[in-house]
């Protein structure tokens, strides 16, 4: 399991030159990266309040989309797109391509209620693309 560790060492190596050179999407500042099936680190950790960051960091069009009945009892459900459900994010992908994080692209989250969250990417799902993010007390 990964912390702020991953973070810091990513705005580390930016202010040591890199910024202005977004092209690649690996310089994006973020917590949790997408790459072409996988969510990097598929497991999170923070304290409670804190905002979560996740970056398209590959060339792949993804999503952020929680699963309804993996996340704590009285957290309200997230999803790219602002969707208020699972199954209204899944319609809405299938449907008109919303909730699109396409490469380069950031989505952000802040986590107000202890426990595990769990998620996946919509597309790539089939291919074994959730991931899960424990907020601590
Ligand atoms: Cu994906």
């Given at each position: 399991?990964?912390?702020?560790?991953?973070?810091?060492?990513?705005?580390?190596?930016?202010t040591a030159g890199l910024a202005?050179?977004?092209?690649?999407?690996?310089?994006?500042?973020?917590?949790?990266?997408?790459?072409?099936?996988?969510?990097?680190?598929?497991?999170?950790?923070?304290?409670?309040?804190?905002?979560?960051?996740?970056?398209?960091?590959?060339?792949?069009?993804?999503?952020?989309?929680?699963?309804?009945?993996?996340?704590?009892?009285?957290?309200?459900?997230?999803?790219?797109?602002?969707?208020?459900?699972?199954?209204?994010?899944?319609?809405?992908?299938?449907?008109?391509?919303?909730?699109?994080?396409?490469?380069?692209?950031?989505?952000?989250?802040?986590?107000?209620?202890?426990?595990?969250?769990?998620?996946?990417?919509?597309?790539?799902?089939?291919?074994?693309?959730?991931?899960?993010?424990?907020?601590?007390?």
């Open positions: 399991m990964q912390r702020r560790a991953f973070l810091s060492t990513l705005a580390g190596v930016s202005g050179c977004l092209g690649s999407g690996q310089s994006i500042e973020h917590d949790i990266g997408m790459s072409a099936n996988a969510f990097l680190p598929a497991e999170f950790e923070v304290s409670v309040g804190e905002t979560v960051t996740w970056a398209n960091t590959g060339s792949r069009n993804h999503s952020v989309t929680a699963y309804s009945r993996a996340i704590p009892e009285k957290a309200e459900y997230f999803a790219s797109g602002g969707f208020d459900s699972e199954e209204a994010a899944r319609n809405a992908w299938f449907g008109k391509a919303e909730g699109v994080i396409s490469s380069n692209e950031t989505y952000e989250r802040t986590f107000e209620v202890p426990g595990r969250y769990e998620y996946f990417c919509i597309p790539h799902e089939p291919a074994g693309m959730v991931g899960t993010v424990v907020v601590r007390q």
